[in-house]
């Protein structure tokens, strides 16, 4: 069992695969980055997999794949395969843009995918183009019903914005529910490399619009999600809500994160991270357990966008989405 130096068991391992992305989300990457991490050093595979054993022997028994967008990286599938053939009842999980989906959703289940999560934030052709910039809807949504009917379960992550899809919140929830989808609101989280155009909603907001609705009742946290969990009381719909200003936010945190090129990190907010490419280049599994071991004993208490009441000012984070994976 991993556990950290604020006594939280660790058992989550979230995995970015590339850094690179089809869309220029403005709350993420609204511009392309002045320079991609040169691909000679992304670890391989076979790298990246000698660490997840690692992780894995240790208790890590949830993985997900994410990026950048992670289905960019080429022979994803066989990289699926590789964790599921080593522990065939891992929860392995992985989120995407869903750009990509229509022609890949059948290979990743074929290779042991059991659940993805697709970023889903507007059901406006116009509002999509805005925020990915790029003409997106109708191959996420065609992407969405292709992963349904392969037999991948999906949920859907949705970041309200002020002005721009807050509107949505109704219409998108009841898109998810009419397809038998949990939907996540995510609370926009402030980072340097976002759009300063934009403004996030805090949850306080959105659960204001959907009670305008509905009658919601609390559910609370499911174990160590993010998510806190609702349900509305006319239908019996549970949505998840994920809110980092939140100051119990990160009391159970029981994740790290490794990037494409072998940094692992202990918070989404901070700028730590120890590397273990020279540990895995070298096949060195004990150095690498031992740079997990050192980023356990550091993970923060928790991170600094706490604004349990949504009207201080907003610390913002100088991490990459794109690189972190979210
Ligand atoms: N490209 C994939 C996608 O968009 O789903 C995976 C990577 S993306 C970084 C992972 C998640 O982070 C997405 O659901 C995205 O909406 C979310 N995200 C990105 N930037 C964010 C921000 N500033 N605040 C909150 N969520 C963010
Ligand atoms: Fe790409 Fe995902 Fe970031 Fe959007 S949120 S730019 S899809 S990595």
Same mark, same amino acid.
């Given at each position: 069992?991993?556990?950290?130096?604020?006594?939280?068991?660790?058992?989550?391992?979230?995995?970015?695969?590339?850094?690179?992305?089809?869309?220029?989300c403005q709350y993420?990457?609204?511009?392309?980055?002045?320079?991609?991490?040169?691909?000679?050093?992304?670890?391989?595979?076979?790298?990246?997999?000698?660490?997840?054993?690692?992780?894995?022997?240790?208790?890590?028994?949830?993985?997900?794949?994410?990026?950048?967008?992670?289905?960019?990286?080429?022979?994803?599938?066989?990289?699926?395969?590789?964790?599921?053939?080593?522990?065939?009842?891992?929860?392995?999980?992985?989120?995407?843009n869903?750009?990509?989906?229509?022609?890949?959703?059948?290979?990743?289940?074929?290779?042991?995918?059991?659940?993805?999560?697709?970023s889903l934030d507007t059901l406006k052709?116009?509002v999509a183009?805005y925020i990915a910039?790029?003409?997106?809807l109708?191959?996420v949504?065609?992407?969405?019903?292709?992963?349904?009917?392969?037999?991948?379960?999906?949920?859907v992550n949705m970041v309200p914005l002020?002005?721009v899809n807050?509107?949505e919140?109704?219409?998108v929830?009841?898109?998810? /529910? #009419?397809?038998?989808?949990?939907?996540?609101f995510i &609370?926009?989280? +402030? @980072?340097? !490399?976002?759009?300063?155009? %934009?403004?996030?909603?805090?949850?306080?907001?959105?659960?204001?619009?959907?009670?305008?609705?509905?009658?919601?009742?609390?559910?609370? /946290? #499911?174990?160590?999600?993010?998510?806190?969990?609702? &349900?509305?009381? +006319? @239908?019996? !719909?549970?949505?998840?809500? %994920?809110?980092?200003?939140?100051?119990?936010?990160?009391?159970?945190?029981?994740?790290?994160?490794?990037?494409?090129?072998?940094?692992?990190?202990?918070?989404?907010?901070?700028?730590?991270?120890?590397?273990?490419? +020279?540990?895995?280049?070298?096949?060195?599994?004990?150095?690498?357990?031992?740079?997990?071991?050192?980023?356990?004993?550091?993970?923060?208490?928790?991170?600094?966008?706490?604004?349990?009441?949504?009207?201080?000012?907003?610390?913002?984070?100088?991490?990459?989405?794109?690189?972190?994976?979210?």
């Amino acid at each position: 069992m991993l556990i950290d130096g604020h006594g939280r068991e660790v058992n989550y391992l979230r995995v970015s695969v590339t850094e690179r992305c089809n869309f220029r989300c403005q709350y993420c990457m609204p511009e392309k980055p002045f320079s991609w991490v040169p691909k000679e050093n992304l670890l391989s595979f076979e790298e990246l997999f000698l660490f997840m054993k690692v992780a894995m022997d240790e208790g890590v028994n949830k993985i997900r794949i994410t990026g950048g967008e992670p289905l960019l990286r080429h022979d994803l599938d066989s990289f699926i395969r590789m964790i599921h053939d080593y522990k065939p009842d891992i929860d392995l999980a992985l989120t995407t843009n869903g750009y990509l989906l229509p022609e890949m959703a059948q290979d990743l289940k074929d290779a042991g995918l059991k659940r993805i999560n697709v970023s889903l934030d507007t059901l406006k052709p116009a509002v999509a183009s805005y925020i990915a910039q790029k003409n997106v809807l109708a191959k996420v949504l065609d992407g969405i019903a292709i992963a349904q009917e392969v037999g991948l379960g999906v949920k859907v992550n949705m970041v309200p914005l002020k002005g721009v899809n807050d509107g949505e919140i109704l219409d998108v929830m009841e898109f998810c /529910r #009419e397809r038998d989808i949990r939907i996540r609101f995510i &609370e926009y989280m +402030e @980072n340097s !490399y976002a759009s300063s155009d %934009i403004e996030g909603m805090h949850g306080k907001e959105i659960l204001e619009i959907i009670k305008q609705k509905y009658t919601i009742r609390q559910l609370g /946290r #499911e174990g160590a999600s993010p998510s806190f969990n609702y &349900e509305i009381q +006319e @239908n019996g !719909y549970i949505f998840g809500l %994920i809110d980092p200003h939140k100051h119990d936010f990160c009391e159970n945190c029981n994740r790290i994160r490794l990037t494409a090129e072998g940094n692992l990190i202990p918070c989404l907010y901070f700028d730590e991270a120890l590397s273990i490419s +020279e540990s895995v280049k070298a096949g060195d599994i004990q150095a690498a357990a031992d740079v997990l071991a050192t980023v356990l004993k550091d993970k923060p208490k928790e991170n600094r966008w706490s604004d349990e009441d949504g009207e201080g000012d907003r610390e913002v984070s100088a991490r990459a989405f794109y690189e972190t994976g979210g």
